[in-house]
């Protein structure tokens, strides 16, 4: 019995250990682009025992001054609002998807998967010559839609699998109920699927916020975005490393609150859970 007690606690101290070993592994590049964003240019990558003292805001000053800030609020506009309006056109394709009786999903669902793993590029070269002559480059317009085309099909993907997960009995009943289905949308079943709307509407701002492709291509001035942005601070004379650091420190920090914020319900979804 002693041996085998030795044995659990053996396993279960290696496997702290590891857990540990991979934790500092994975924070190692977040631990150093700080350091980064503190270091003056002339000790930007000396050892830090060599200049212990080698520290500076002057790379934050830098980025406040620049056009980085509104680049950022540009990011928040164009994510936030791309992803609100594939919610209010994804969620009832997805419910018409899940819960229509139709010989042609099959297609559908192949059709969707296709949009949704089809790279950028072979849509964006058609989107600019459209948008040249709609007049929608280096507008917010222009860049929400292209980024809900983005989102739109991976909203309709995750969100039919989420409906097929709630009985249709629920939604008959609520029809019998007298409920119209927009009221049965609304009132009973995006409730029920609530773990995999905010998964999807979390993961659907994820990926306009760090898209790269489409906003170099549609904005110039006005409407860039931030990870656009970081490239102001790449020259073909010099890199600024200290700010390119705290652009993408700043680029991070905004996330971190929805991402844990959301984070049970992401788990919720992807273990395929209902609310009751």
Known sequence: MRDTSTAFRVKKALGYAMMLAFLGFSLLPVVWVVLLSLRPATALFEPIWESPAAWTLDNIRSIARSDFPAALLNSFITAGSSTLLALLVGVPGAFALSKRRASNKFFASWLLLLLRMAPPVGFVIPLFLVYVRAGLIDT?????????????????????????????????????????????????????????????????????????????????????????????????????????????????????????????????????????
């Open 140 to 276: 917010y317009a222009g860049l929400i839609f292209a980024y809900t085309s983005l989102t739109l099909p991976f909203v309709v993907w995750s969100m039919w699998t989420s409906f097929n997960q709630i009985p249709d009995e629920l939604v008959e009943a609520g029809l019998m109920d007298g409920a119209s289905l927009g009221r049965v949308l609304w009132r009973i079943v995006i409730p029920a699927a609530r773990p995999g709307l905010v998964a999807a509407g979390v993961l659907s701002f994820l990926l306009a916020w760090n898209d790269f492709f489409f906003s170099l291509i549609i904005t110039r001035s006005d409407t860039t975005t931030a990870p656009v942005a970081v490239m102001n601070f790449v020259s073909y004379a010099s890199v600024d490393w200290g700010a390119i650091a705290v652009a993408s420190i700043a680029l991070t920090l905004p996330i971190v609150p929805i991402i844990v914020l959301a984070n049970k319900y992401i788990v919720q979804s992807l273990g395929g859970a209902v609310k009751g």
